[in-house]
C-alpha cells in the first residue's frame, strides 16, 4: 500500500530561522511527488513537482529536493506570510492521476 | 494560469436537502476533476475522479447515490450532495488536471458545507 508520510507536524519558527520540513513515501512506482501549500480554510496551491531523484526546485524562499525514499522542503529566512499547512502528495502508477497525500505540516513563523 | 473556482463558498442547509457545487477551470480545459473533502487538521480524502463525457469513479466507501457527480463539459463538474445530514458537513474541494508535459491538479478554494 502507498504510503506517505510527513513530519513533522507541527513547526513554529523565529522570523529568519531557516529549516527543513520532511516527506517519506512508500510507494510501487512514482510518477511524480507534488508540494502544495494550504492557507485556512482555503484550498491547496500547488507549489513544485518533482519527477526524480536527485531533482530541486526553487521558489522565493523555499527548495524542494527529491531522494529515492524522501523529499525536503527547505525555507530559508522565513517571513510570517510563509505561516501554513505544508502538503506532500504522490501520484503512481502511469495513467491513473490520483493523487495520495501526507498529514501535512502546519508551519507557524513567529515575527 | 491554471485557475479553479468552486461555488458557492459557503452553504448552510436544513437536513434533508440536497446542495449543488460548482467546479470550474477558468482558464484551460480538464477532462479529469477531483473532488476530496476534508475535515478539521486533517488531510485531503479523496472521494471520487470525475471524466468528462463519463461516469465518475468513486473511492471506496464514498456513496455515489449519496454524492452525485456530473461533468458535463470540459470546465464544469458539480457535486450534488442529496439528502444531506449533519454529518455530511464538511469542507469539499475540488481540482482539475491540467495535461501536457506535466500533469499537476489545481485545486479550488472550497467549499463549506453546514447541515443544520
Known amino acids: 500500500e502507498d504510503q506517505v508520510t510527513q513530519s513533522p507536524e507541527a513547526l513554529r519558527l523565529q522570523e529568519g530561522e531557516s529549516s527543513s520540513l520532511n516527506c517519506s513515501y512508500t510507494v510501487s512506482g512514482l510518477r511524480g511527488l507534488f508540494w502544495y501549500r494550504q492557507d485556512p480554510g482555503k484550498g491547496p496551491e500547488f507549489l513544485f513537482t518533482l519527477y526524480s531523484a536527485g531533482e530541486e526546485k526553487e521558489k522565493e524562499r523555499l527548495k524542494a529536493t527529491l531522494t529515492k525514499k524522501e523529499s525536503f522542503l527547505h525555507i530559508t529566512a522565513p517571513k510570517p506570510e510563509d505561516s501554513a499547512t505544508y502538503l506532500c502528495?504522490?501520484?503512481?502508477?502511469?495513467?491513473?492521476?490520483?493523487?495520495?497525500f501526507g498529514t501535512g505540516t502546519r508551519l507557524t513563523i513567529i515575527p | 494560469g491554471a485557475v479553479v473556482s468552486q461555488h458557492p463558498s459557503r452553504v448552510i442547509c436544513k437536513s434533508g436537502t440536497s446542495v449543488k457545487i460548482e467546479c470550474r477551470s477558468l482558464?484551460?480545459?480538464?477532462?479529469?476533476m477531483f473532488w476530496y473533502r476534508q475535515f478539521p487538521k486533517k488531510s485531503l480524502m479523496l472521494m471520487a475522479t470525475s471524466n468528462e463525457g463519463s461516469k465518475a469513479t468513486y473511492e471506496q466507501g464514498v456513496e455515489k447515490d449519496k454524492f452525485l457527480i456530473n461533468h458535463a463539459s470540459l470546465t464544469l463538474s458539480t457535486l450534488t450532495v442529496t439528502s444531506a445530514h449533519p454529518e455530511d458537513s464538511s469542507f469539499y474541494i475540488c481540482s482539475a488536471l491540467a495535461g501536457g508535459a506535466v500533469n499537476t491538479q489545481y485545486f479550488g478554494p472550497g467549499t463549506r458545507l453546514t447541515v443544520l
Open positions: 482558464d484551460f480545459q480538464a477532462t479529469t
Open positions: 502528495a504522490v501520484q503512481v502508477d502511469f495513467g491513473n492521476e490520483k493523487l495520495t
